[in-house]
């Protein structure tokens, strides 16, 4: 049975449509956000990035990090309005959350260097954000769950 190692909750500043989490040594991402970064979809991946589409042009969302041991039950609650997995691969362990004008200085800590990890992305407030950020900069409106565990295991 899997067990979660660690959660956090961060604040994240949403510009354009879009963040990305990317691995925190910029030297090690061959593509830095937000390069190459409209693709109009929920998920992107790039090496080292991934490119994150909200539902609101400009506001604060929230997202949850969890890392866990093995793969996490598929059973998060909420009204999750999209989703995804993928992996990325992290040799410091940190995930810098980078906005359009570049790292936010916030760091989802994955505990572990040099390892390759599988994740899963859910999404929950988008069309209330899209509707609000037309007026207004919201906050908290819009949130994410991302639930990492390594690839191997």
Known sequence: MAK????????VG???YSFALQEADDNLVPTPFPEDSASG??????ERRID???GGHTHTALLTAEVWDSIPPNEASGDWEAEGEGEIESPTGELAICEMMG?????VELGRPQ??????????GRDA?????QVDVPSGIERYLVQFWPASG
């Not at 390892?115 to 929950?124: A, D, Y």
């Open 52 to 54: 994150i589409e909200s």
């Open 115 to 124: 390892t390759l990890w599988k994740l899963r992305i859910r999404c929950s």
């Open 41 to 46: 979809d929920f998920l992107s991946f790039h």
């Open 129 to 133: 954000v899209y509707r609000l950020a």
């Open 4 to 11: 979660l190692l660690s959660r956090q909750e961060l604040e």
């Open 103 to 107: 790292n936010s200085g916030t760091y």
């Open 14 to 16: 949403v510009e354009f």
